[in-house]
């Protein structure tokens, strides 16, 4: 995927996007709540908002991007004929993300993008414990490959 969003433009972009919506409906920026409302049907809620606007900006990505890429071992295994694979297993693996955050009471965009923002001190573990995973996960995949 070459023509990502340059990370100096989206950076900035988000983080106002949690600025505002704290300061304009006193609401956190979070893809948990996105996912409860809408199982809610509660459309009415910004939340329920953004999961759609989640979901529409990916197919309107996947329409104009030519092959489907970058999904590691994902389109690496499945090309071709098969690439129709692809969209159901993303499909399944964004629902079962989004149970499985609102299972722990919260995700790592709630967390790291609203929680941090208000200093709460759980956020900020969490946030931590996301990182140093992550890195140390790395790590170990970097010396077993």
Known sequence: ?????????????????????????NERLGATRAWADAVA?????????LLVGLIFGGVVFGLVASPLDGY?????????????????????????IGYGARLASGCTSGNGLSGNAALSPASLV????????????SFAIEAVI
């Open 1 to 25: 995927m070459d023509d990502q969003l340059a990370w100096y433009v989206g950076g900035p972009v988000l983080g106002l996007c949690v600025v505002a919506l704290r300061w304009l409906l």
């Open 41 to 49: 049907a509660r459309f009415g809620s910004v939340h329920a908002w």
């Open 72 to 96: 590691g071992w994902l389109t690496d295994t499945f090309t071709g004929g098969t690439q129709w694979v692809i969209v159901p297993v993303l499909i399944v693996s964004g629902a079962l």
């Open 126 to 137: 969490a946030t931590g414990t996301f990182f140093g995973t992550a890195i140390a996960v």
